[in-house]
């Protein structure tokens, strides 16, 4: 198992465009979460899935974020009408259950909007 | 609600010397805390955990935290810096009666001089 893979690593897209990013969880793990993280900040929450099943989801999270995890293996997150505010890392994490584990983050996709 | 705080911005040590990266939580149960790092263009890294039990958790690479229950504090620490151990560390909490998401301070980083 090579961890957990994201694509693209970079992202660059005008505004008002549509982006979809990928996350590949390491394959036993069964929960899968979306962070973002600027410069200077830590990693924010956005959302996680439990199998296939989105357990939870931030409320900063605007309705152009969509998250989806088909058949609880890799998910997809898209953003719809992209803003300048939105260019950021983005990360993903998976872990196994129960929640004494740690995460295994990805090396993110960095989004910038222009 | 959890949260997690992160006082300093910087840490700067001499390499040899011992060092702490200080981290304090809020959580309405009782709290799952984590420590990861993060290298120049590389990915968040698992380092340590507090699940329960002893007060002082080792970790990789030397590393080790100290859980205070009273002061609401999970500092980390090692007894001699390297100058390899350069690098931004974020402390992380999750409730135990809350299962779901992690939440991240907003980082220190820690240089450490030759």
């Known amino acids: 198992d090579t961890g957990v893979s994201q694509n693209p690593r970079h992202k660059i897209t005008k505004r008002g465009q549509n982006v979809t990013f990928r996350c590949d969880p390491i394959s036993e793990h069964n929960r899968l979460y979306w962070y973002r993280q600027t410069l200077g900040q830590g990693p924010e929450f956005l959302t996680y899935f439990q199998n296939e099943a989105q357990l939870e989801k931030s409320r900063l999270l605007s309705d152009r974020f969509s998250a989806e995890r088909p058949k609880g293996s890799f998910s997809t997150l898209e953003i719809q009408r992209t803003e300048q505010g939105d260019s950021a890392m983005y990360l993903c994490a998976s872990s196994p259950i129960p929640d004494s584990y740690g995460y295994t983050f990805g090396s993110g996709t960095r989004l910038t909007v222009v | 609600a959890q949260s997690v705080a992160q006082p300093e911005d910087q840490v700067n040590v001499a390499e040899g010397n011992p060092l702490t990266v200080k981290c304090t939580y809020s959580v309405s149960g009782n709290p799952y805390l984590f420590w990861y790092v993060q290298y120049p263009n590389r990915g968040l890294q698992f380092l340590l955990k507090?699940?329960?039990?002893?007060?002082l958790v080792k970790g990789s690479y030397g590393f080790e935290a100290e859980f205070n229950k009273s002061q609401t504090s999970f500092h980390l620490k090692k007894p001699s810096a390297l100058v390899s151990d350069s690098a931004l560390y974020f402390c992380?909490?999750?409730?135990?009666?809350?299962?779901?998401?992690?939440?991240f301070g907003d980082g220190t980083t820690l240089t450490v001089k030759p």
């Open positions: 507090y699940i329960t039990g002893d007060n």
């Open positions: 992380a909490v999750r409730d135990m009666t809350n299962a779901g998401k992690s939440t």
